[in-house]
């Protein structure tokens, strides 16, 4: 069986940000801390490559960003 | 992080601070997933890597894989995969013998831990007894099985090796053995 193994990094808040990512990723409202649910339709959400990165705005922390990420 | 079903496989959250930066580990088979991110901070960085592990696995001690030694296997207990992985190691003569074990579990918000278990069986008709555990609370250990009685050396025959989900722990490790 072909497996991955997947390491993320997630990174908070740098100063020298060249570039904010901006756009028409998923996103969706978190009324908790419970398990969110996904919203419907996910084809905009940005995939997240091996190697690469996303910088991302997040001027309303009261919602999720969805990526997509397919191991090979 | 949720499978292509958008069944979530894991949740968590990790405090950071301004420019704090973690890894998390998590073993996934080949597929399709979806990862849900919030901070409470107004920008962040995400960024993934793969690395592939390449040794065939057996989830039962029947088809346990075959360790040479010296040589390196490496392998990966997936999130949404089975809990075990089975390998097996012959010696024909006794031998005091050494495994390296390493892991890549775990990181921020994603607890657990990957145990190795090593196994004897004395005879065909004998159920296999534990004689060496190690939890993988580091990234490497070594392992120095020996039985008791017999100056750290393991008799001849067949040694089982478990490597196990700690606490859900999960993600990859590799495996090698040697004489010492």
Redesign the interface.
């Known amino acids: 069986?072909?497996?991955?193994?997947?390491?993320?990094?997630?990174?908070?808040?740098?100063m020298a940000?060249t570039m904010?990512f901006a756009g028409t990723s998923s996103v969706f409202a978190?009324d908790s801390?419970t398990?969110?649910?996904?919203p419907d339709d996910?084809t905009n959400?940005p995939e997240?490559?091996?190697?690469?990165?996303?910088?991302?705005?997040?001027?309303d922390?009261?919602?999720?960003?969805?990526?997509?990420?397919?191991?090979? | 992080m949720?499978n292509a079903s958008?069944k979530?496989l894991y949740?968590n959250?990790?405090y950071?601070?301004?420019?704090?930066?973690?890894?998390?580990?998590?073993?996934?088979?080949?597929?399709?997933?979806?990862?849900?991110?919030?901070?409470?901070?107004?920008?962040?960085?995400?960024?993934?890597?793969?690395?592939?592990?390449t040794s065939?696995?057996s989830s039962k001690r029947s088809g346990a894989i075959l360790l040479k030694r010296g040589v390196t296997k490496t392998?990966?207990l997936?999130l949404n995969?089975p809990s075990s992985s089975w390998y097996k190691i012959r010696l024909t003569s006794s031998r005091k013998v050494k495994i390296d074990a390493k892991a890549?579990v775990g990181?921020?918000g994603n607890y657990g831990d990957i145990q190795v278990d090593i196994y004897r069986i004395s005879d065909a008709t004998s159920s296999p007894s534990l004689i060496t555990s190690l939890s993988s609370y580091s990234p490497s250990k070594t392992l120095n099985p020996y039985t008791i009685g017999n100056n750290n050396k393991l008799p001849a025959g067949t040694y089982y090796i478990r490597v196990t989900k700690y606490h859900n722990g999960n993600?990859?490790y590799s495996l090698k053995w040697s004489y010492r």
């Open positions: 069986m072909n497996k991955r193994k997947i390491s993320v990094i997630l990174l908070s808040a740098i940000f904010m978190a801390t398990i969110p649910t996904l996910l959400a997240l490559v091996s190697g690469s990165g996303f910088n991302a705005a997040n001027p922390t009261s919602v999720y960003r969805v990526y997509k990420l397919i191991a090979p | 949720f958008k979530c949740t959250y990790e950071t601070s301004f420019t704090d930066q973690f890894t998390t580990h998590f073993g996934v088979n080949a597929g399709t997933y979806y990862f849900a991110v919030r901070t409470y901070e107004s920008t962040y960085v995400i960024n993934t890597d793969f690395t592939a592990t065939k696995t392998g990966t997936a995969g890549m990181g921020a993600g990859g």
